[in-house]
């Protein structure tokens, strides 16, 4: 079986962060491991206090996993602090971890602020450039690339603004546009587009964590990159499609759909 490690932050309400994760690599027949980075009391209408874990927790958490069941792919999800992202950095590097997918989250799918501003240059320098690949929201995009992006040919252009500091590919997602779901996969220099119609629906707490999470379960089973965001964006509009209606707010999606 393969093994697939969540670093992410915890979501009392189940549709998003650790939470997600461990649906999603469970339902992609995977064995899911977690390193617990914050601890946030939030449901599907926003986040309503967040508590971040010691670094030193973290670290050992990272240290306790990789000494003894050395992870497949590694998925990074919310890392709201710079020793956190020091420590994770640290570590990852020291245990030559492969198969890194990062989302780099800064927003909350309602708005909510989840990355401290001292935390994003070291977000930047540190953890960005470990990663395989980094999966920006076109918001994300925007605070990375230092633009602001309209349509595809700013996507373009951001994630070639983001590709000098970063060796690893970069896949701006286009949800936040208003046409359809296209996403950019930009690597090397090269441009993949991913085309998939919009879903209509306001359950969409937990696309970012779901997405990034079942990429790297593909990317775990050997997938090349582009075939794994193929097909976990094949699952997450499943998930969506499913129509799940949990909450008073932006509710979750249905991650046992297949089931």
Not at 72 to 89: C, Q, R
Not at 143 to 170: F, H, N, P, R, W
Not at 207 to 230: D, H, K, R, V, W
Request: charged fraction near 20%; include cysteine.
């Amino acid at each position: 079986m393969k093994k697939v490690l969540t670093i992410a932050g915890s979501d009392s309400s189940g549709g998003a962060g650790i939470q997600a994760d461990i649906k999603t690599i469970t339902v992609h027949k995977m064995y899911a491991m977690t390193v617990i980075t914050a601890i946030t009391a939030q449901n599907t209408t926003g986040v309503y206090e967040i508590m971040d874990v010691t670094p030193e927790i973290v670290g050992k958490q990272i240290d306790c996993i990789f000494e003894d069941i050395r992870p497949d792919a590694v998925k990074i999800g919310m890392v709201s602090s710079e020793p956190i992202i020091e420590i994770i950095a640290q570590k990852l590097k020291a245990y030559q971890a492969e198969n890194i997918v990062i989302d780099p989250v800064m927003v909350s799918t309602s708005g909510s602020k989840l990355l401290s501003d001292d935390a994003m240059t070291s977000l930047i320098n540190k953890l960005l450039p470990l990663g395989m690949v980094i999966t920006p929201n076109i918001p994300e995009a925007e605070v990375l690339s230092q633009i602001k992006i309209k349509d595809e040919k700013d996507m373009i252009t951001a994630a070639q603004i983001i590709s000098k500091d970063i060796d690893g590919a970069i896949m701006v997602k286009g949800g936040h546009l208003v046409n359809d779901a296209t996403d950019l996969l930009y690597a090397n220099g090269e441009k993949h587009w991913f085309k998939s119609p919009r879903i209509n629906t306001t359950n969409t707490h937990g696309t970012g964590c779901t997405l990034s999470s079942a990429i790297a379960c593909n990317l775990a089973s050997g997938m090349p990159l582009p075939e794994s965001i193929q097909k976990a964006k094949e699952f997450l509009s499943g998930a969506l499609e499913a129509g799940l209606n949990l909450g008073k707010g932006s509710g979750p999606l249905n991650h046992m759909y297949l089931l």
